[in-house]
T-cell receptor, first 111, second 114 residues
Framework: QKEVEQDPGPLSVPEGAIVSLNCTYSNSAFQYFMWYRQYSRKGPELLMYTYSSGNKEDGRFTAQVDKSSKYISLFIRDSQPSDSATYLCATHSGGYQKVTFGTGTKLQVIP | EAGVTQFPSHSVIEKGQTVTLRCDPISGHDNLYWYRRVMGKEIKFLLHFVKESKQDESGMPNNRFLAERTGGTYSTLKVQPAELEDSGVYFC????????????FGQGTRLTVV
């Protein structure tokens, strides 16, 4: 079983829709939960990270972590065609521990 | 401020040859990480440098891979001899302190072994 599971998609939505991207994880030691956006032929770009449980909002993006169910989510409001990319969730338990990635979900926002 | 830069962006080599990938981290970032993504799989950790020292190399696949970071600045990742299964995209990232959750990634080097 992978430590971080993520549906690869692809996910296709109309412009303006609310997008929900999700991951599950198995390691209770994970403390940091990150979301990256990756455009084709580019490196991952950090969108936001959350420490422990709770919500974090940045503009149209909201990240949620539910440690009781080991479930992490990224919501994108008013989605735009420029949001079309692959979204990666990732976790680590702090300190010198390595980062573990999900496989990524490919999102397409149709104008 | 320059970001993390990787060279080359793409490399095609024959099985058995040697390839060296280079990563220039953001200036002042002591922590440098190498990752790899093979087709259809998730990005996986290879190793972590703190300055010039290898903090964690548990993700290195085998002894055909050699990473160095002389002087604590840029890093190289050498694959010798390359095998078909080494094909993938190799990413480098750097961070200040141990804030790997805020690390910046390079654009990656796409390695194709034929």
């Amino acid at each position: 079983q992978k430590e971080v599971e993520q549906d690869p998609g692809p996910l296709s939505v109309p412009e303006g829709a609310i997008v929900s991207l999700n991951c599950t994880y198995s390691n209770s030691a994970f403390q940091y939960f990150m979301w990256y956006r990756q455009y084709s032929r580019k490196g991952p770009e950090l969108l936001m990270y959350t420490y422990s449980s709770g919500n974090k909002e940045d503009g149209r993006f909201t990240a949620q972590v539910d440690k009781s169910s080991k479930y992490i989510s990224l919501f994108i409001r008013d989605s735009q065609p420029s949001d079309s990319a692959t979204y990666l969730c990732a976790t680590h338990s702090g300190g010198y521990q390595k980062v573990t990635f999900g496989t990524g979900t490919k999102l397409q926002v149709i104008p | 401020e320059a970001g993390v830069t990787q060279f080359p962006s793409h490399s095609v080599i024959e099985k058995g040859q040697t390839v060296t990938l280079r990563c220039d981290p953001i200036s002042g970032h002591d922590n440098l990480y190498w990752y790899r993504r093979v087709m259809g799989k998730e990005i996986k950790f290879l190793l972590h440098f703190v300055k010039e020292s290898k903090q964690d190399e548990s993700g290195m696949p085998n002894n055909r891979f050699l990473a160095e970071r002389t002087g604590g600045t840029y890093s190289t990742l050498k694959v010798q001899p390359a095998e078909l299964e080494d094909s993938g995209v190799y990413f480098c990232a750097s961070s200040q302190d141990l804030r790997v959750h805020e690390a910046f990634f390079g654009q990656g080097t796409r390695l194709t072994v034929v």
